[in-house]
């Protein structure tokens, strides 16, 4: 079945470091990518997303690029700042008729000053 | 402004107690979500549904029930068959069918065994 792997945290990094979480998918057919950012005791934010092949989608300095060949969905962000810790979530969409989101587990990122 | 809104933020339950959470959306979607969330954990499906007067089960539907009678509400009841319902609990909406559209997110109840 469709999953979604997600580099396992807590990632910590010093405050302007370049921030790299690796997403990596399977899926049948042509699904879409999405990351969403949870910060403590809040509900999920849609992040960015992207529906087709080589789309990048980008937010608030943050990127990722849908890599079919690879079947992954990297984010990034070049200087990370004390705000941006959260945990961050990849999805996938089904190919199927459900359209359901499949859930990678999160990546807790700590930013220190 | 739209938006999904979810109470009461914060809910305990008695045991062999059911209990109702509330989820309101205006933004006119089709489809509405819950999701499970333990702490450090991921998100998991409980129920889903994208139509009114029709819902289906998730991953990890035992112990819960739905009812999906008008287009904007979605409430769900954790029954006394579920024993371990200390959790986060997110709704969630989404436009269509359409797998290219997000699913937009309430804040949450978090649920506590007194």
């Known amino acids: 079945g469709d999953s979604v792997t997600q580099m396992e945290g807590p990632v910590t990094l010093s405050e302007e470091a370049f921030l790299t979480i690796n997403c990596t998918y399977t899926a049948t057919g042509y699904p879409s990518l999405f990351w969403y950012v949870q910060y403590p005791g809040e509900g999920l934010q849609l992040l960015l997303k992207?529906?087709?092949a080589d789309d990048k989608g980008s937010n608030k300095g943050f990127e990722a690029t849908y890599r079919k060949e690879t079947t992954s969905f990297h984010l990034e962000k070049g200087s990370v700042q004390v705000s941006d810790s959260a945990v961050y979530f990849c999805?996938?969409?089904?190919?199927?008729?459900?359209?359901?989101?499949?859930w990678g587990a999160g990546t807790k990122l700590i930013i220190k000053p | 402004d739209g938006g999904i809104t979810q109470s009461p933020k914060y809910l305990f339950r008695k045991e062999g107690q059911n209990v109702t959470l509330s989820c309101e959306q205006n933004?006119?979607?089709?489809?509405m979500y819950w999701y499970r969330q333990d702490p450090g954990q991921g998100l998991r499906l409980i129920y889903y549904s994208q139509i009114v007067n029709d819902f289906q089960k998730g991953d990890i539907a035992e112990g819960y029930s739905v009812s999906r009678e008008k287009k904007e509400s979605f409430p769900l009841t954790v029954t006394s068959a579920q024993k371990n319902p200390t959790a986060f609990y997110l709704c969630a909406s989404r436009p269509n069918r359409a797998g290219n559209q997000p699913q937009h997110f309430g804040d949450g109840t978090r649920l506590s065994i007194l």
């Open positions: 992207a529906t087709k």
């Open positions: 999805a996938v969409s089904q190919g199927d008729s459900n359209y359901q989101l499949i």
């Open positions: 933004l006119n979607h089709d489809a």
